[in-house]
């Protein structure tokens, strides 16, 4: 049965920066670690980290531009992410730990899987942005900017509509103002050439690595033909699997299923 246990807040400091992690479990036991995607925050791996913390050490990081790590002017580009990453794995300690990676956090599992894959032991990629990277700074970037400017006192009246506790109604103020503009704008327009570049990557991981596929008429990010191709091109290390009629968030979606699944992989075969 597992104990719930509040996380502790840290911060650790990579490429000049301090990164901010949320850490649950106990060190000694294997390391676990959670990446969101873009406009996310390391809290939204709460549930994932209550269900594990009993057996794992449990590391789920802020990225740079989000929650309350800094927020720099530059340095939003995958390799800058996945530096960080690297950086921090080893400032803190951890021993090849298991990667989970969630959209924007997939692409940066994809890219460590193939150019840190010694940092890794395994990786486990919720539903990542390859092909939609090309277009996303026009269709994913208003509707992020736009979240962001909404105004605290029209997001604590719709949480109070809701029925929302105090503490609900602060996360939803928090959700929607944590990350920065311009982290968002510059990472979705800075990053459009990975719509091609995670082939070549795909085609060098060397780590076991698991994809989970969204269905893309629920809101999944990546196209069945697009599937098609990677499984195609792909390492023999890279498997996808997907979830039908199970959108974007998936972990949200499905919790029971995504821990189960995630719990499969992390035993290896």
Same mark, same amino acid.
């Given at each position: 049965?597992?104990?719930?246990?509040?996380?502790?807040?840290?911060?650790?400091?990579v490429q000049g920066i301090r990164m901010h992690y949320w850490e649950w479990g106990r060190t000694g036991t294997p390391d676990l670690l959670l990446v969101h995607g873009w406009t996310g925050f390391g809290q939204t791996w709460s549930g994932v980290a209550e269900?594990?913390?009993?057996?794992?050490?449990? =590391? *789920?990081?802020? %990225?740079?531009? @989000?929650?309350?790590?800094?927020?720099? @002017?530059?340095?939003?580009?995958?390799?800058?992410?996945?530096?960080?990453?690297?950086?921090?794995?080893h400032a803190i300690g951890l021993r090849k730990p298991a990667y989970v990676g969630h959209s924007w956090g997939g692409n940066i599992?994809?890219?460590?899987?193939?150019?840190?894959?010694?940092?890794?032991?395994?990786?486990?990629?919720?539903?990542?942005?390859?092909?939609?990277?090309?277009?996303?700074?026009?269709? +994913?970037?208003?509707?992020?900017?736009?979240?962001?400017?909404?105004?605290?006192?029209? =997001?604590?009246?719709?949480?109070?509509?809701?029925?929302?506790?105090? +503490?609900?109604?602060?996360?939803?103020?928090?959700?929607?103002?944590?990350?920065?503009?311009?982290?968002?704008?510059?990472?979705?327009?800075?990053?459009?050439?990975?719509?091609?570049?995670?082939?070549?990557?795909?085609?060098?991981?060397?780590?076991?690595?698991?994809?989970?596929?969204?269905?893309?008429? *629920? $809101?999944? $990010?990546?196209?069945?033909?697009?599937? +098609?191709?990677?499984?195609? =091109?792909?390492?023999?290390?890279?498997?996808?699997?997907?979830?039908?009629?199970?959108?974007?968030?998936?972990?949200?979606?499905?919790?029971?299923?995504?821990?189960?699944?995630?719990?499969?992989? %992390?035993? $290896?075969?």
């Amino acid at each position: 049965m597992t104990t719930t246990k509040p996380p502790q807040s840290k911060f650790v400091e990579v490429q000049g920066i301090r990164m901010h992690y949320w850490e649950w479990g106990r060190t000694g036991t294997p390391d676990l670690l959670l990446v969101h995607g873009w406009t996310g925050f390391g809290q939204t791996w709460s549930g994932v980290a209550e269900h594990f913390q009993d057996r794992y050490h449990v =590391i *789920a990081p802020d %990225l740079r531009g @989000h929650g309350a790590s800094d927020k720099p @002017h530059t340095g939003y580009r995958l390799r800058d992410f996945c530096e960080d990453i690297h950086q921090l794995i080893h400032a803190i300690g951890l021993r090849k730990p298991a990667y989970v990676g969630h959209s924007w956090g997939g692409n940066i599992g994809t890219y460590m899987a193939s150019e840190y894959a010694d940092d890794l032991s395994r990786a486990f990629l919720e539903d990542p942005v390859y092909w939609r990277m090309l277009h996303a700074f026009v269709t +994913a970037l208003p509707q992020s900017l736009a979240r962001h400017n909404r105004p605290e006192a029209e =997001i604590r009246a719709d949480a109070r509509k809701r029925g929302l506790s105090k +503490a609900d109604e602060d996360m939803e103020v928090y959700r929607a103002h944590h990350f920065s503009p311009l982290a968002i704008t510059r990472l979705l327009s800075d990053n459009r050439d990975w719509a091609y570049a995670c082939e070549e990557h795909m085609r060098r991981i060397t780590v076991p690595t698991l994809v989970l596929v969204a269905d893309v008429k *629920a $809101g999944g $990010g990546i196209l069945l033909e697009e599937l +098609a191709y990677y499984r195609r =091109i792909a390492s023999p290390q890279l498997q996808f699997r997907f979830w039908e009629g199970v959108g974007h968030a998936m972990r949200r979606t499905k919790p029971d299923q995504y821990n189960q699944e995630l719990e499969e992989w %992390l035993k $290896g075969p």
